[in-house]
């Protein structure tokens, strides 16, 4: 792969290389241990991202994966952010990478389940929109953790609120959660699309929900 070229071109690999990214997230989930009943986020992603790398490896895919790197240049006036997972090829920038920002949903407390969508949206989907995160490209990732396995009931969530706040998300009327244009037939896959400021071509979230697996006592 000739990995030489201008910002236009570096953007446009990381277009062709989310495929393979959302296949490798996906079938390294498949392989996650069991975890406590209510897990903390930052353990449940680290060890994905020891998995990731592993995987990655092994598939031999051109891009190396970091955990909690900081973005140098945000938008203006947007506070730097530490991203949970970054996918970042090998080419001179360090502003082209896809970034995958992973949530709780679901999370079961002796009150019962709180959703956490306002959460989701907010420290997640936002700072894609805000331009905090990948402001260079026009790919990011969520990844929505649903401790209580329950995956209709998490998309109905998240996809109610999004539409609530589509306005705010810069989403076109009605602002809904279409099916992912990437894997059609997967149903916990979806994508949203988002006219940021100041750009001509629209954002994608590609929208991941995975069950936990929790058979470990905390």
């Known amino acids: 792969m000739n990995l030489v070229g201008g910002p236009g071109e570096w953007s446009e690999l990381?277009?062709?290389?989310?495929?393979?990214?959302?296949?490798?997230?996906?079938?390294?989930?498949?392989?996650?241990?069991?975890?406590?009943?209510?897990?903390?986020?930052?353990?449940?992603?680290?060890?994905?991202?020891?998995?990731?790398?592993?995987?990655?490896?092994?598939?031999?895919?051109?891009?190396?994966?970091?955990?909690?790197?900081?973005?140098?240049?945000?938008?203006?006036?947007?506070?730097?952010?530490?991203?949970?997972?970054v996918f970042l090829p090998m080419v001179p920038r360090e502003d082209i990478y896809f970034c995958l920002e992973c949530k709780r949903l679901n999370v079961p407390n002796n009150r019962g389940v709180r959703s956490l969508a306002s959460e989701y949206i907010t420290h997640g989907m936002m700072r894609f929109v805000r331009g905090q995160y990948a402001l260079r490209v026009h790919h990011g990732g969520m990844l929505g953790y649903v401790l209580d396995g329950k995956v209709p009931s998490a998309i109905q969530s998240v996809g109610g609120l999004i539409k609530k706040r589509h306005e705010e998300l810069q989403m076109r009327p009605p602002g809904e959660m279409e099916p992912s244009s990437i894997r059609s037939d997967d149903q916990?896959?979806?994508?949203?699309?988002?006219?940021?400021?100041?750009?001509?071509?629209?954002?994608?979230?590609?929208?991941?929900?995975?069950?936990?697996?929790?058979?470990?006592?905390a």
């Open 14 to 85: 990381i277009e062709s290389l989310v495929p393979d990214i959302l296949t490798l997230i996906i079938s390294t989930w498949a392989a996650m241990p069991p975890m406590p009943v209510t897990p903390r986020e930052d353990p449940i992603t680290e060890q994905l991202c020891r998995l990731l790398r592993m995987n990655r490896t092994s598939g031999d895919l051109p891009f190396q994966i970091h955990i909690q790197m900081v973005e140098l240049d945000p938008s203006a006036g947007e506070d730097q952010g530490r991203m949970d997972i």
């Open 188 to 217: 916990q896959v979806r994508e949203t699309r988002h006219v940021r400021k100041d750009h001509s071509k629209e954002f994608l979230i590609h929208h991941m929900f995975a069950t936990a697996c929790q058979t470990v006592t």
